[in-house]
């Protein structure tokens, strides 16, 4: 069984810098792909960006150019560096694994495991 613990949410100012941080525990081959995910009171849940054993990373085009995803396959985490950041990016952000994924991961039912969740908050 995995578990996916996420770290380092909180409130900042538009414009302010935030990452977050993901530790995976249990087996490595249910984590070959890892994202992120957020969410807002009354919508669904949405892709925010995703990365593969091989490094390759797709992002949603409200964040490209402003967050970055990367990974420790050694540590088995990911993170999700938040620069500029906006008003409209205050969310609960989940990290999100699963072993496989052969169509879009963009999807969240697609998704095995996901984590508690942190709250981000951008100040205006």
């Known amino acids: 069984q995995v578990q996916l613990v996420e770290s380092g949410g909180g409130l900042v100012q538009a414009g302010d810098s935030l990452s977050l941080s993901c530790a995976a525990s249990?087996?490595?081959?249910?984590?070959?792909?890892m994202g992120w995910f957020r969410q807002t009171p009354g919508k669904e849940r949405e892709f925010v960006a995703v990365i593969n054993l091989r490094g390759v990373t797709d992002y949603a085009d409200s964040v490209k150019g402003r967050f970055t995803i990367s990974r420790d396959k050694a540590k088995n985490m990911v993170y999700l560096q938040m620069n500029s950041l906006k008003p409209e990016d205050t969310a609960v952000y989940y990290c999100a694994a699963d072993p496989l994924i052969t169509t879009t991961p963009r999807l969240p039912r697609l998704w095995d495991y996901w984590g508690q969740g942190t709250q981000v908050t951008v100040s205006s």
């Open positions: 249990g087996p490595t081959t249910s984590t070959n792909i």
